[in-house]
């Protein structure tokens, strides 16, 4: 009986904690507030200065991988990094709290690692 009670439970757990992955991935990222929207996209909210925001997002990016387009105006900055396409965008939202969203795709699948990896670096950049 026991064995059998085993063998639908561990399935059951595996799902449960799948399915918990945007928690565990808000919990790392504390005070930004930071979720997975998606399969490949992650955002938080911060209220951190945009033009620094978007700096350290650029350097990240840099760093990262090959820009491609980028533009100030729009909060918007296109790389591609580890064979995946990676798009940030900064929204602000107030005055003083902006928005960043960062989706990544390798091969047209989800890459949503990726997308938490290069959130927390420009995260903690902007600390």
Known sequence: MRKIYSVFLVPFIMLQLYGCAPLIVGA?????????????????????????????????????????????????IELEAESSKVNIRIIRLTRSTNRLRIAARKYHLPNLSLAQDIFLKIIEGVK
């Open 28 to 76: 790392a990222v504390g005070a930004a507030g930071g979720h997975a929207l998606s399969q490949d996209t992650i955002q938080g909210e911060t209220d951190k200065d945009y033009d620094r925001l978007y700096n350290d997002a650029l350097t990240v990016s840099r760093i990262r991988g090959k820009v491609v387009s980028e533009d100030r105006g729009q909060g918007v």
